[in-house]
């Protein structure tokens, strides 16, 4: 006889096992937080097991009663019948009712605390993904993280609640109705418990194919999520190059996948709850025929026989409530799984533990801590504020791919500087980097002295604002979009929006500062997004400001109005601007030619033109053009 070997930690089987364990203890502080709801509702289990579990024996009783057998409970023996039926219907009737009352506040108290982990999940994974670093969103589809945060968050929040504590209840009434079989009938409580075996085995099976299904389903799911996302958001492209019958051919196909696996995952959901109907069939015939020899031998009452069958029926039924359970459960580890993977995803850009720990009071305290000690250390005086430095900086999305070669240069303060270059030279991601939103590959960005991995990120982008090309407007008024949630008055975001001569478009509007703006901001034009983002900027009163193609969408009129704001914004502030039209750059007082990620020249508009390089090119070129 060979014992088979106990499961090593090589073993598939194993590790998947241990997986599945770990994903369901990332649930558990979850529950914490909310365990007196969990206790009160896991309490509230014993009561119900037990009120369901003495229904059949109180049907065996009403029998053997009606038959005078000798198994009738001795205190039914001795009063009228109708009393002793009046007893035990009374007895049926109140532990019906009980066990009603007690299952639905049990019901509710469960389904409230998997509401409340569903919603900390989700408020986590939001923080998560937001804190997340832009090379994270470049890679991942929208879509997919949709699908995430919606259907994956409730699938994962009934593992605890409705699966876990179900599973818990259904085990509860199992032990208890075996308990009372035994109790009464050990042969017939055996061939229970011995068809109780193979089924467990079927239902683990199928319940594994199910899982690797689900998952699958869940993937074309989020395919599916980020082709309509796309489509939706490119809806002028797709119908001005006439794509929506291509589209529409590209998601049918994706949704006949999805179909398709769905399917696969209902037909092994579907087979559990055939295999348990027909082992339920099978045991009240096998209870039949054991219980009718037994009773032909005189061994057993009608009462009892009547009993056992009851409890055949019963007796899988929670197991068919657990089958369900754990097929909520594998639902629910197919989604822990993709959300684990979202908040495992480490966060590349953060504070580090020294910057975290600074008691910062100032708006920007931290880097006045900093300066001063510079200057404590190499005798030096304080610099003004607003100095940019690249040291050695290179670059790469990918590995190895560099967009940005060993860049050195110095940015004084209070200059004014242009980036220009072809397409591709660069120039975004020197903005992007200066940010922090990436981190460089190799070499340094130092503002006023200082790594900017040293400064507090909050900090740094107080410090320093970025106008794009095309601003970006949320739903809500329009003060909220200037504001962006920071705490200003109403008099600073209306001189904000004087400063930038942006207060007469805003008066113009139905309401003023309070009108509500649709998402993306489709009730306002071009021009009067990026005439916003000018206040947002103003407001913020930063010592660096960045200018990438920022008046691009403006007509003449409205960019004659921003250069005039422009002029008094950029005064005594660091500047960076990103420009494709040269002509709008010849009074800054450095420009920085980039071509492949290196920079090949510099000097001012009448330097670089006598130096008849690349940036001369590049003039005559707009030139002959114009």
């Known amino acids: 006889m060979s014992i088979s070997p106990s499961p090593v930690k090589s073993d598939p089987e194993y590790r998947r096992r241990e997986n599945d364990w770990r994903l369901f203890l990332r649930l558990v502080p979850y529950g914490r937080r909310h365990g007196k709801l969990l206790a009160v509702s896991m309490l509230l289990l014993v009561p119900i097991a037990v009120a369901s579990a003495i229904k059949p024996l109180l049907v065996g009783q009403a029998i053997s009663l009606i038959r005078k057998e000798p198994n009738t409970y001795q205190f039914l023996q001795n009063i009228p019948l109708w009393q002793g039926l009046n007893i035990l219907i009374g ?24 509401q409340k982990m569903t919603a900390a999940i989700r408020e986590d994974l939001f923080h998560h993904v937001t804190s997340l670093a832009v090379r994270f969103f470049d890679r991942t589809p929208v879509g997919k ?17 409705t699966g876990a504590v179900g599973i818990v209840s259904d085990l509860l009434s199992m032990v208890v109705i075996v308990g009372l079989m035994f109790s009464i009938q050990w042969q017939l409580a055996s061939l229970l418990i011995f068809i109780l075996f193979p089924v467990t085995w ?66 092994y959901d579907s087979a559990v709850s055939a295999t348990l109907e027909w082992v339920a069939l099978m045991a009240i015939g096998g209870v ?99 100095e940019i430095k690249f040291e050695n900086v290179s670059f790469a999305y990918k590995d190895n791919d560099y967009v940005i070669k060993n860049l050195d240069f110095t940015i004084h303060p209070g200059e004014k500087v242009a980036l220009v270059g072809p397409t591709g030279a660069g120039k975004s991601s020197i903005i992007r980097l200066l940010c922090r939103l990436y981190e460089p590959t190799q ?24 106008i794009l090309q095309e601003a970006f407007l949320f739903a809500g008024d329009v003060k909220s979009n200037i504001t962006l949630g920071d705490n200003y008055s109403f008099a600073e975001i209306q001189q904000a929006a004087e400063k930038t001569n942006v207060a007469t478009f805003i008066n113009q509007l139905p309401q003023g500062y309070d009108t509500q703006l649709r998402e993306r901001a489709t009730n306002l034009s071009s021009g009067q997004k990026q005439l916003l983002a000018f206040a947002r900027a103003a407001i913020r009163n930063p010592q660096i400001l960045v200018l990438d193609e920022a008046t691009a969408s403006l007509d003449v009129g409205t960019e004659a109005l921003v250069q005039e704001a422009l002029n008094q914004l950029l005064v005594q502030r660091t500047s960076i601007i990103i420009a494709h039209r040269l002509s709008t750059i010849r009074n800054v007082d450095r420009i920085f030619v980039l071509k492949r990620g290196e920079l090949i020249e510099q000097g001012s508009h009448e330097e670089l033109l006598q130096q008849q390089g690349f940036y001369a090119t590049l003039h005559n070129l707009q030139m002959l053009g114009a």
């Open 443 to 466: 070499g340094r960005i130092l503002i006023d002295g200082v790594d900017i991995r040293e400064i507090p990120q909050v900090e740094l982008r107080h410090y320093m604002t970025v």
């Open 288 to 386: 039949l025929w054991l219980g009718g020899w037994l009773l032909l031998n005189q061994q057993i009452s009608f009462g009892i026989l009547s009993a056992f069958i009851l409890y055949a029926q019963q007796f899988f039924e929670p197991l068919r409530n657990f089958a369900e359970k754990f097929t909520v459960i594998q639902s629910g580890f197919t989604a822990i799984e993709r959300v684990v993977d979202i908040l495992d995803e480490p966060i590349e850009i953060k504070d580090s533990s020294r910057t975290q720990s600074a008691n910062v009071n100032s708006e920007f305290g931290y880097i006045n801590q900093i300066v001063p000690k510079l200057e404590s250390q190499d005798f030096t005086p304080i610099p003004a504020l607003g």
């Open 202 to 267: 079927l239902i683990i099976y199928f319940q594994q194919q199910y899982r690797s299904a689900n998952y699958k389903t869940r993937e074309e799911l989020s395919k599916l999520n980020s082709q309509l996302q796309e489509n939706i958001v490119g809806i002028n492209v797709v119908q001005l190059f006439r794509r929506e019958k291509f589209n529409s051919e590209l998601f049918r196909a994706t949704n006949q996948r999805y179909i398709k696996e769905l399917d696969t995952s209902i037909w």
């Open 91 to 114: 007895m049926l009737l109140i532990a019906t009712i009980f066990r009603l009352v007690l299952t639905g506040v049990q019901g509710y108290l469960v389904q409230k605390l998997g």
């Open 145 to 161: 993280l949709i699908t995430r945060l919606t259907s994956d968050v409730e699938s994962l929040g009934d593992v605890f609640s």
